[in-house]
């Protein structure tokens, strides 16, 4: 029995292809612009319940268009906890952003001779 690698995947689909439901090609169309979603990305998402609907018939997994639109949808607009979790990464991101902006300030001035 011959095994099919990922690679041979990818070059069988074009990126984005629609009709490809496999989570390799879920992870095409939901990649950014530096590629497809990680396999780490993924299956983080799915531990948390955050991934979207699989259906599984024997070794074949499938995400159906449908699926595919309710998780975006979730992924647009969370609620509750889903939302908290959302709004404290943003929180987080934007203090990062802050700190980095301040340290910069700080090597400028360093490397003027500045206090």
Known sequence: ?????????RAAWVPGNPNDR???GFRIRNGSSRGPMSKQ????????????REIR???????TP???EEWKRARASPKGAEA????REDRARRQRAKDAALEGVKARKQKKGGK
């Open 66 to 68: 449908e699926a595919e």
């Open 57 to 63: 018939d024997g070794n074949t997994i499938i995400i």
């Open 22 to 24: 496999s989570i390799l």
């Open 1 to 9: 029995m011959t095994t099919i690698k990922e690679a041979d995947i």
């Open 84 to 87: 908290r979790l959302v709004a």
């Open 41 to 52: 990305r993924y299956n983080s998402l799915k531990k948390k319940k955050r991934g979207p």
